[in-house]
């Protein structure tokens, strides 16, 4: 798959860098910096926002932001607090939310959370139908779940429309990650959809850096802020890698 010229089936995962400014006009100013330093992939992490509640000012910020990532990746996120987030919103607020920002074709991919919906695959088809590419996730904060359900969950994504199938889980032992990272490895192999996964938290920090071992298209590094438990400076991720 390639988007905007940019490879994201290249063996190596491309580094995605999480917005987490608290106003609009703030994230727009770190995507400047982020994009002037050839960051590929930039998430707006729109839960954060304070006028998240202002729908208009949300639209006029995607544009906004659009234009200036018009040769980086753009995934638009609404994360709840269930898998880490701060929003608050109902689940029929956010399926109205990600179809007004489908509408507006100002992102490359929406991150939608799988198991917040009743009947997510009626939503991922109507944000399919709207040409919207579709990040499936789900994000454990309190485990790394025994292989079967790991293996469950993510064929359960899998079987939808979505176009990216991403998990991250938390470890409480070394084992955990580096079983996570077997079955991830395994799953790429036997999917024909791009994944993303990571074992987050301190323990898990090797696994950002190893999506050529478990077949993870793309890693998150932070700016700043981190976005999640374990998350490393984006350049420091990107040496790494390199």
């Given at each position: ?210 999506g050529n071992v478990t077949g993870s298209c793309i890693t998150f590094g932070s700016f700043n802020e981190s976005s999640a438990p374990g998350q490393i400076d984006y350049k420091r991720l990107k040496e790494i890698i390199n």
């Amino acid at each position: 798959m390639r988007i905007k010229n940019i490879d994201l089936e290249n063996f190596k995962p491309l580094v995605c860098v999480p917005i987490v400014d608290s106003r609009i006009e703030d994230g727009i100013e770190t995507a400047k910096s982020l994009v002037s330093d050839n960051v590929e992939v930039i998430e707006w992490r729109l839960d954060f926002l304070r006028e998240l509640s202002d729908i208009d000012a949300l639209l006029e910020g995607l544009n906004k932001m659009s234009k200036i990532c018009k040769d980086t990746i753009l995934v638009g996120t609404i994360r709840s607090i269930e898998e880490g987030g701060k929003s608050e919103l109902k689940e029929n607020d956010v399926t109205n939310y990600l179809y007004k920002i489908a509408e507006t074709r100002t992102c490359d991919f929406i991150d939608m959370e799988y198991y917040t919906y009743d009947r997510p695959e009626n939503v991922i088809s109507k944000l399919k139908e709207m040409g919207q590419k579709v990040i499936c996730s789900h994000h454990d904060f309190d485990e790394t779940p025994d292989d079967e359900v790991i293996f469950t969950l993510l064929e359960e994504m899998e079987s939808s429309e979505c176009d990216i199938v991403k998990m991250a889980v938390m470890p409480r032992t070394t084992t955990d990650v580096t079983r996570f990272m077997d079955i991830c490895n395994s799953f790429s192999l036997e999917t024909d959809k791009l994944t993303i996964t990571m074992s987050m938290g301190n323990l898990g920090k090797a696994s950002r850096f190893a999506g050529n071992v478990t077949g993870s298209c793309i890693t998150f590094g932070s700016f700043n802020e981190s976005s999640a438990p374990g998350q490393i400076d984006y350049k420091r991720l990107k040496e790494i890698i390199n």
